[in-house]
Structure formats: structure tokens, C-alpha cells
């Protein structure tokens, strides 16, 4: 059973920054795409970002240029690393892991099989 948990959430000041962890309980990611979802209250939750095992990487619109993602070597943790944060980025965000083998990105919820429990990013103006 895969496990993933998310670390590193808390609350800054517009234009801070701030790095979320996630810890898989095996080395998923050398095979599995890992993403950032994040769910805003009364919202959807919406697609952030990806890397394909390969080390290809897609960001939604909103955060190119400000957020990057990466695993460590060992392919079993997945970062978020968030710059110029803005109030709207406030959200719970949830990592996951998808075992489908494409080129396509994947960007819907469905597509992601792996789901960790959350970690909430609040930015203050």
C-alpha cells in the first residue's frame, strides 16, 4: 500500500516563500508521475504541478515561473517549491502519484491513484 505524506505547509506573507515535502513509503516516483494538487475552501481542487519519472515537469498558468517542482534521487519524495506566494495561492495542498504510462500531461484528479492527506498553505497579505 502506498503512503504519501505531506509536510512543510504553514502561513506567510504575500511575496514569502515556502517548500512542501512529501515522503512516500517507497520509491514510487522512479516509476509513478508525482503532482501538487491544492483545494481552496467552497473550490474544486485544482491541478499545480508534475514530473514524469523522466524529470519532465507541466505547471498550471497561474504559477509558471514561481513554483518548481523536483524529486530527490532516491525517488521517493516530491517538492513544491513556492516563490512570490499571493493570497490566492491559500489552499490545502495535496501531492499524488499516477502509474499511467503517457506522454499526455495529466492534470485531472482522476488520472492520479495515489492521494496524500494534505497539508494547508496559508498567505497573509
Known amino acids: 500500500q502506498v503512503q504519501l505524506v505531506e509536510s512543510g505547509g504553514g502561513l506567510v506573507q504575500a511575496g514569502g516563500s515556502l517548500r512542501l515535502s512529501c515522503a512516500a513509503s517507497g520509491r514510487i516516483f522512479s516509476t509513478h508521475r508525482a503532482a501538487w494538487f491544492r483545494q481552496a475552501p467552497g473550490k474544486e481542487r485544482e491541478f499545480v504541478a508534475a514530473i514524469t519519472p523522466s524529470g519532465s515537469t507541466n505547471y498550471t498558468d497561474s504559477v509558471k515561473g514561481r513554483f518548481a517542482i523536483s524529486t530527490d534521487n532516491a525517488k521517493n519524495t516530491v517538492v513544491l517549491q513556492m516563490y512570490s506566494l499571493k493570497p490566492e495561492d491559500t489552499a490545502a495542498y495535496y501531492c499524488?502519484?499516477?502509474?499511467?504510462?503517457?506522454?499526455?500531461?495529466?492534470?485531472?484528479?482522476?488520472?492520479?491513484?495515489?492521494w496524500g492527506g494534505g497539508t494547508q498553505v496559508t498567505v497573509s497579505l
Open positions: 499524488a502519484g499516477s502509474d499511467r504510462d503517457t506522454w499526455l500531461p495529466l492534470t485531472a484528479r482522476s488520472d492520479y491513484k495515489y
